[in-house]
T-cell receptor
Framework: DTEVTQTPKHLVMGMTNKKSLKCEQH?????MYWYKQKAKKPPELMFV???????INESVPSRFSPECPNSSLLNLHLHALQPEDSALYLC??????????????FGPGTRLTVT | AQKVTQAQTEISVVEKEDVTLDCVYE???????LFWYKQPPSGELVFLIR??????QNEISGRYSWNFQKSTSSFNFTITASQVVDSAVYFC????????????????FGPGTSLSVIP
């Protein structure tokens, strides 16, 4: 099973709302990622969790708050977003082993619109 | 610096034609990995291939083939007898060990090439 699931598929939220994106994988991967992708651009890395600990935060504004409750789940909590945060948010996972770089498996994404 | 260039922004071909997507990379690492991903209109990125810097063998998988040449820092992707289902954005990506902050590698994506296969 090489599936990464994400919910919801679409989300429209106002600038004062609080919402959460969810991601789940059952491949036993110990690295999980959040990316943001704008139209006609490559994915931009936001956060990386390695063994359920936050490894990398790519200077993401605090209105985005990641959480990794266990090795299979990854959440992204959203609060007080701006219209420019509208994008496709992709979750991915990969194996984690020092000295190697493994392919990432991506979920279908959440298309977020901030009004 | 690590960088991936995909000079072809958009390509259109007629079904059954062969098409090659170019990827040129820059890195100071001696050990690195290269990837290709496909992103169809549905939005999900699909992994196609991973290659490490010590393995210069070309690879063929069905209608897909990859040509890795370290001498020219290129990792090109050819689709033979293209089909409408091949229409997608294709990303070449690079990860190396100089960027390691932990055991995780940050992947550098190229800008992508949008391929349209016309029936």
């Amino acid at each position: 099973d090489t599936e990464v699931t994400q919910t919801p598929k679409h989300l429209v939220m106002g600038m004062t709302n609080k919402k959460s994106l969810k991601c789940e994988q059952h491949m036993g991967h110990r690295a999980m990622y959040w990316y943001k992708q704008k139209a006609k651009k490559p994915p931009e890395l936001m956060f990386v969790y390695s063994y359920e600990k936050l490894s990398i935060n790519e200077s993401v504004p605090s209105r985005f708050s990641p959480e990794c409750p266990n090795s299979s789940l990854l959440n992204l909590h959203l609060h007080a977003l701006q219209p420019e945060d509208s994008a496709l948010y992709l979750c991915a996972s990969s194996q984690e082993e020092t000295g190697y770089s493994y392919e990432q498996y991506f979920g279908p994404g959440t298309r977020l619109t901030v009004t | 610096a690590q960088k991936v260039t995909q000079a072809q922004t958009e390509i259109s071909v007629v079904e059954k034609e062969d098409v090659t997507l170019d990827c040129v990379y820059e890195t100071r690492d001696t050990t690195y990995y290269l990837f290709w991903y496909k992103q169809p209109p549905s939005g999900e990125l699909v992994f196609l291939i991973r290659r490490n810097s010590f393995d210069e063998q070309n690879e063929i998988s069905g209608r897909y083939s990859w040509n890795f040449q370290k001498s020219t820092s290129s990792f090109n992707f050819t689709i033979t007898a293209s089909q409408v289902v091949d229409s997608a954005v294709y990303f070449c990506a690079l990860s190396g060990f100089l960027l390691r902050k932990t055991s995780y590698d940050k992947v550098i994506f190229g800008p992508g090439t949008s391929l349209s296969v016309i029936p």
